[in-house]
């Protein structure tokens, strides 16, 4: 490749980078201190590899600004640390998009258990009314064939709305 080529690409990318995103995040109103409710996911490590996180990844299409990294490699190598994320809503109508998937500490594990027929994942959306000052859990399960992810109420177990259940 000579030069002039070189240096046409990298102009290239750097006016590509230098593009505002197109994506759109959830965010609480600017300034807004009124009652909200609260929504967590759930995560499990399943070994020091891979583990399970069941969690909002989308607020009425938008999606969640610095939630979508839910494992971490820990002490500099692939060891799995998992976080369960959360976030605000206001008590009005709301369509989330819930998700539940495997999780990996790194490229490798994730690769392999791929294409072992390991990864798994489901993914809807559920439409309901949060109350004020109401807490709310992801949960769900990940096993060959029986894959789904719901919402209950933190503190009474409850399910709000249906299950969300992979297609087979």
């Not at 995560?43 to 399970?52: L, M």
């Not at 998700?99 to 072992?116: E, K, N």
């Not at 559920?126 to 109350?131: C, I, V």
Request: charged share 20%; proline share 6%.
């Amino acid at each position: 490749m000579n030069f002039s080529r070189s240096l046409k690409l990298a102009a290239a990318g750097l006016a590509f980078a230098s593009l505002p995103s197109c994506v759109k995040y959830h965010n609480l109103p600017e300034g807004y201190s009124g009652p909200v409710a609260t929504i967590r996911g759930t995560a499990a490590q399943g070994n020091v590899f891979k583990g399970q996180s069941f969690r909002v990844t989308k607020v009425d299409g938008l999606e969640i600004a610095g939630r979508g990294a839910v494992a971490t490699p820990t002490g500099g190598g692939p060891v799995l640390a998992v976080r369960e994320p959360q976030v605000q809503v206001l008590p009005k109508p709301v369509t989330l998009t819930l998700t539940g998937s495997t999780i990996y500490a790194a490229d490798g594990p994730a690769l392999v258990d791929s294409m072992i027929g390991g990864a798994r994942h489901v993914s809807g959306d559920l439409s309901f009314t949060p109350k004020a000052g109401g807490e709310y859990r992801v949960k769900g399960i990940l096993e060959k064939g029986s894959e789904s992810v719901w919402l209950e109420e933190e503190k009474s177990g409850k399910l709000v709305g249906n299950k969300i259940t992979k297609a087979r």
